[in-house]
């Protein structure tokens, strides 16, 4: 982190919107991660109803045990190599290897070297008729937990244009079943490249800035962002993003999945 004197921030905090920039970062340790000192982007504190979590972790830094208050977790290594262990089984995620690991379900997460991982967490939110692991079962099926775990690569995920654009391409780290409560992706932008409109919407965002850089359109306001960024987007937030510089873009995205907006009150 490069420190910035004179009290200046590329960080801004509204009630719609908050740009939060490497140079203001405080880390602390949570309780649960050994070794590792967490950065809390976005929080309930915040007005969110997830968290976004910057860890890193150092030789040794691990994580046991399922996460405390019944919350779902999803984990994308930004950088190095942690290994996974829940259920009977280990999982080696390289750079862009990412788990979903449901409520009450215990787990390790170990980096032999430095590692950073950026962590997504939140209250499950169930859904009625949603089969627990795919939208395809025969008949409603009342749903009581969440979705089972999911291991994969975002490189190893074929990227679709967005909107029909070569240009922006979208890779879901998801399966697309109603069971899920939150999608998460990849969007990456060829330099120039933009979203086709300013999008606003119900679902809430959370997003890292992967690599390149841009403006974002955040409400009223047009942000210069780089690789480190994070941004927190309130409900309702008009939202746009035009990639600039010679390289391509990619920041990592959540989301809320689709469910009845009064249900999302019991995620909160």
Not at 22 to 50: C, K, M, N, Y
Not at 73 to 100: D, Q
Not at 121 to 145: M, N
Request: net charge negative; glycine share 10%; proline share 10%.
């Amino acid at each position: 982190m490069t420190l910035t004197p004179f009290g200046h921030t590329r960080t801004r905090v509204t009630p719609t919107h908050a740009l939060l920039s490497p140079d203001g970062h405080v880390a602390t340790r949570l309780p649960g991660w050994e070794a590792t000192d967490t950065v809390v982007l976005i929080s309930p504190q915040l007005g969110a109803r997830f968290t976004q979590l910057l860890a890193h972790l150092g030789a040794g830094g691990a994580w046991s045990g399922a996460v405390p208050g019944g919350l779902e977790r999803f984990v994308f290594v930004v950088a190095g190599e942690v290994v996974l262990a829940l259920a009977g089984e280990t999982h080696a995620l390289p750079p862009h290897g990412y788990a979903y690991v449901p409520p009450e379900t215990p787990h390790t997460l170990r980096a032999a070297a430095p590692a950073t991982l950026c962590v997504f967490e939140r209250r499950y939110v169930p859904l009625d008729g949603a089969s627990r692991s795919s939208a395809l079962a025969e008949g409603p099926v009342a749903l009581t937990s969440a979705p089972e775990v999911v291991v994969g690569n975002a490189a190893e995920v074929p990227g679709e244009p967005f909107l029909g654009d070569e240009g922006v391409r979208v890779r879901k780290l998801l399966p697309e079943a109603r069971a899920f409560d939150l999608m998460v992706s990849t969007m990456t932008f060829a330099p120039g490249s933009s979203l086709p409109y300013a999008e606003t919407h119900v679902m809430e965002h959370g997003l890292l800035m992967l690599a390149g850089g841009g403006v974002y359109r955040l409400a009223e306001s047009w942000y210069p962002v780089a690789a480190g960024d994070a941004i927190y987007m309130a409900p309702y937030c008009p939202q746009w993003f035009g990639a600039l510089g010679k390289v391509p873009s990619t920041y990592l995205l959540y989301k809320d999945a689709p469910r009845e907006p009064f249900a999302l009150e019991a995620g909160s």
